[in-house]
């Protein structure tokens, strides 16, 4: 097993599981991305906020997306990705056209009413 990644072991570090948990998700959105001719990027602002993944498209369109594995992490998550589309767009910047967070314990996928998109890690498929 990776790095001798028991259940109990990574029951015991949620944090090593997280780190584990947002590679898969990437891993998965890198698959997605280059099937429809994106291209998955890491952000990171000169302040130090950042975005888990950005599927960014040859007509300069782009997504934020945010991986958690915790339904508990979900509100700071959106709120991150608010934030940061926010501040893009109060400097001209190219806002983007969708904000979303994939989470490992959610059961549905939704879009809440400040308009972050809600998807479990269970849709990542097909």
């Given at each position: 097993a990776l790095l001798g990644a028991t259940p109990e072991r990574l029951l015991g570090d949620l944090e090593c599981a997280g780190f584990m948990f947002e590679a898969l998700c990437e891993r998965d959105l890198?698959?997605?991305?280059?099937?429809?001719?994106?291209?998955?990027?890491h952000y990171q602002d000169?302040?130090?906020k950042e975005i888990d993944a950005v599927i960014?498209?040859?007509?300069?369109?782009?997504?934020?997306?945010?991986?958690?594995?915790?339904?508990?992490?979900?509100?700071?998550?959106a709120e991150n990705l608010i934030s940061i589309s926010n501040a893009i767009k109060s400097e001209n910047g190219?806002?983007?056209?969708?904000l979303c967070v994939v989470c490992?314990?959610?059961n549905a996928a939704y879009k809440r009413?400040?308009?972050?998109?809600?998807v479990p890690i269970t849709a990542l498929k097909d």
């Open positions: 890198r698959i997605y991305a280059d099937a429809n001719d994106g291209v998955l990027y000169y302040s130090g960014e498209y040859p007509d300069g369109e782009w997504l934020a997306i945010e991986i958690k594995l915790g339904a508990n992490q979900i509100d700071a998550a190219r806002a983007p056209k969708a490992g314990l959610s009413p400040d308009g972050v998109y809600i």
